[in-house]
């Protein structure tokens, strides 16, 4: 059956593969990108992959708290249900650390964006669809104190520790969803791949995206994992794997969740009035 997905960060890398793989196999593919041109190119390449049918496309920038609400409208606004959000878009290295709340990039890009946008648009998404959160190997204990813009850490602790939160957050939404919430999977989709990010962070051409690109494929649309809502898949080792101790404690989730939710309602706060 066809299905409609959703592909943050879909204009190059890990995102942008995935959104050709999926198109070759029939489905509607909504790419979300932060530039107009980059995201023109992809929606072209993505059309042109054999086999592809419907191709839409959002631009919003989400390292800003109003822009994803925004991008959330739109997608409500233009689609009656959504059967899988990909939140692929991320970031290490960035040209200005912080975010115009004064929240670190990687937290606001890596983390409370997929969690707000997943937030308002799960009301699309059905009990039979899926929320894959994209993670990663590198995950560190998260300390809230950022979260409120308070404390300053370098690019690899933030990402780290942006990286356990979304595998988090996972977790705790889909516990309190329950059997009749989506499926939702946090992954690494495997170290040290061929992006751009990984070029910029670690200087090295790095291994074959297809590693990433085919594990999200999998996870959105195999039988297998059905059941797996909640979990972590380790694409490193190829199976589901159990998270740092911080992770799997729910008084922290809880904890968490809580933060961001502060910290979207602050931005909320913030929004000029459309009055
Ligand atoms: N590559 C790896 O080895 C690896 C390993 C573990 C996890 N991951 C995760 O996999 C995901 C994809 O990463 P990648 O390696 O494919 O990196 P990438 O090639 O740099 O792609 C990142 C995507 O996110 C978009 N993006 C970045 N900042 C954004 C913002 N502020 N607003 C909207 N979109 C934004 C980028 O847009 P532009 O095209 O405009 O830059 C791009 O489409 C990330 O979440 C990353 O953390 C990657």
Known sequence: MKKTILITGA?????????????????????????????SAAASQVSSVAGSTEVETYCADLSELDSVKRLAEEVRAA?????????????????????GQGLDMRIVVNTIAPYLLTRELLPLVSK??????LSSKAHAPVDLEVFSGKT???EREAYAQSKLAISMWT?????????DGPVMISVNP???????????AF???????????DILVRLA???????????????????????????????KRAALVAAMDEVIAEAGAKEPSTN
Request: hydrophobic content about 40%.
């Open 128 to 133: 039979e669809g899926r929320v894959l959160n």
């Open 203 to 213: 200087g090295t051409d790095g291994a074959d995206l297809s590693i990433g690109a």
């Open 152 to 154: 300053e850490m370098s």
């Open 171 to 179: 977790l705790q939404i889909a516990d309190e969803l329950g059997p």
């Open 11 to 39: 204009t190059d890398g890990i995102g942008l593969l995935t959104a050709k793989k999926l198109a070759g196999k029939g489905h509607r593919l909504l790419l979300h990108g932060r530039s107009q041109e980059k995201l």
């Open 79 to 99: 689609e009656a249900s959504l059967d899988i959000l990909i939140n692929n878009a991320g970031v290490w290295c960035t040209p200005v650390p912080v975010n």
């Open 190 to 200: 495997g170290s040290l791949l061929a992006t751009k990010m990984v070029k910029e």
């Open 221 to 251: 649309l195999e039988d297998e994992f059905a059941n797996d809502t909640g979990r972590y898949f380790d694409n490193d080792l190829g199976r589901f794997a159990p998270l740092q101790d911080a992770g799997m404690d729910p008084a």
